[in-house]
């Protein structure tokens, strides 16, 4: 064996070595990207629940303003039969009992309506804090993944510990983001 040859085996097996050491950053990098995807389709998931509740709750007070409109309508014909000289007076007392009726059911079903529009409402506030945290997340994903992957350029394993941190930070936020009730 001449020395050219016994030199480019030992550079041979030095360059295994140091892939062999850098397999679990590669595990680690394919790990957190697998992380990055699952997080960023949650993100997406959950800022279209947002919306999807945002036109709920808008649909509900909207459903409740035609009831209140309908309530002052009614509200002002009855307002307007007690002030007017009516003819037949029977007929107008049975009018206004009729709206003051109409008047007493929309009152309980204005407060029913509201305290429904608010409960979406509220939907909407807990969809957007949980879309937040995944955005959230997913950005500390992405940059622990590219911490990571510097560990691959410089060898040094101080960037892969930092790219772990900035991961665990990211898992932490996900996992935050399913506890908001």
Avoid: C
């Amino acid at each position: 064996m001449e020395a050219n040859e016994a030199q480019e085996l030992k550079e041979h097996a030095e360059h295994g070595a140091h892939e062999s050491a850098l397999r679990p950053v590669a595990f680690t990098m394919s790990v957190l990207a697998v992380l990055v995807a699952v997080t960023t389709v949650l993100g997406h998931r959950t800022h279209t629940e947002a919306i999807i509740f945002q036109n709920q709750a808008t649909d509900q007070w909207n459903y409740y303003q035609a009831h209140k409109i309908r309530a002052n309508d009614t509200e002002l014909a009855a307002d307007l039969l007690s002030v007017v000289t009516i003819a037949d007076q029977h007929a107008a007392d049975k009018i206004s009992k009729s709206y003051a009726d109409h008047q007493k059911k929309w009152a309980d079903d204005l407060k029913v309506e509201q305290e429904q529009a608010e409960a979406t409402q509220q939907k909407v506030e807990q969809a957007e804090a949980r879309a937040d945290r995944f955005d959230f997340a997913e950005a500390l994903l992405e940059i622990g993944l590219v911490i990571t992957s510097v560990t691959l350029l410089t060898r040094s394993r101080i960037y892969w510990y930092l790219g772990l941190g900035f991961s665990l930070l990211g898992v932490a936020s996900v996992a935050s983001a399913f506890l908001i009730k």
